[in-house]
């Protein structure tokens, strides 16, 4: 598997560039996921000239805007980094995820305290200026925190969106087609339906009649709702729902007729139920889902990309 591009905050790479000379080393972003994700670093602050070590900055509200003011000095950075921003942009559309430094006036991607000049906080649900041009740029890119990564549902969630955003993307650049289209949305199904059963429906309704629609406007709306939707927490009784599903394409197959055929599948309905009791994590009944596809493969479930959304070595299953 080639890598994917993933831009990501300088600072955690290592690279000593945060305002104190300091950096946010992220050990599992540059040792696991670098593993499958080539990692493009960028430092808004440093490429935009302001130095390291350079004075430490904050967002402030100034009439209706939000300014980048380096307090001590009173000066106004917005232009200087508003201007690499602009410049940056477009050389970052490739990529098909960003992950960034929580808390930071130019990275941060939510919840950055905006002050009154004063100092005094005004709000605290802001973004950083360099993430939040990013992010209205590139609607449909996978962006993070590192610091949330931390987080076992919220690391599976967005290194899922940048595997399917990525497929979506090389659908896009090997010519789209209502054939192709239609097979990313085959081949996704069961994932989209984990994450929301209404907003499946809803997808496959978009893609009903396809004859005689603008294709490429159609797609854009359709990958607008797939990675809105993708963003949405997926319950264990929706993953319990989806190998209830996977577990009844095995029912009429003529592979699962026999005695120790029928045990293993009555032992992933059992593990199916663990799961759900929180007795075991999702990995064991998927496994052994799994394991039923290699022995008896069913068609339709082999290009399912719920069963192995992303490799098996980040081990994101076992700890769901
Ligand atoms: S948070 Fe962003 S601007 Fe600050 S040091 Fe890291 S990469 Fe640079």
Wanted: glycine fraction near 8%; charge should be positive; hydrophobic fraction near 40%.
């Amino acid at each position: 598997m080639s890598s994917i591009p993933v831009g990501i905050s300088a600072c955690l790479t290592g690279q000593a560039v945060r305002h104190d000379g300091g950096h946010k080393h992220s050990r599992y972003c540059t040792e696991v996921l670098s593993r499958w994700f080539s990692l493009h670093p960028l430092c808004p602050e440093a490429g935009a000239g302001l130095g390291t070590p350079r004075p430490s900055m904050r967002l402030e509200q100034h009439g209706d805007g939000v300014r980048l003011i380096a307090p001590r000095e009173k000066r106004d950075l917005t232009p200087v980094l508003e201007a690499w921003t602009e410049r940056q942009l477009e050389g970052l559309a490739s990529l098909r995820g960003f992950i960034l430094t929580a808390k930071s006036p130019s990275c941060g991607m939510s919840r950055i305290r905006v002050y009154h000049p004063d100092g005094e906080v005004a709000r605290r649900d802001a973004s950083g200026l360099f993430a939040q041009a990013l992010m209205q740029r590139f609607p449909l890119l996978p962006v993070e925190e590192a610091a949330r990564l931390n987080d076992d549902a919220l690391r599976e969630n967005f290194i899922e969106r940048v595997f399917l955003y990525d497929d979506w993307c090389c659908v896009r650049s090997e010519g789209l087609s209502a054939a192709t289209l239609l097979d990313f949305h085959t081949r996704h199904k069961l994932q989209m339906l984990a994450h929301s059963q209404q907003g499946y429906r809803e997808l496959g309704r978009l893609l009903s009649n396809l004859r005689g629609k603008d294709l490429d406007a159609l797609a854009d709306d359709y990958i607008t709702r797939v990675m809105q939707l993708m963003r949405k927490r997926v319950s264990p009784g929706a993953h319990v729902n989806v190998m209830q599903h996977v577990l009844g394409h095995f029912r009429d197959n003529p592979g699962f007729r026999d005695h120790t055929s029928a045990g293993l599948r009555q032992a992933a309905d059992a593990q199916i139920a663990a799961y759900q009791r929180g007795e075991v994590p999702l990995v064991v009944p998927l496994t052994l889902l799994r394991v039923m596809q290699q022995q008896a493969p069913d068609a339709w479930l082999a290009r399912q990309h719920y069963l192995a959304p992303y490799p098996d070595a980040l081990g994101l299953r076992n700890r769901l």
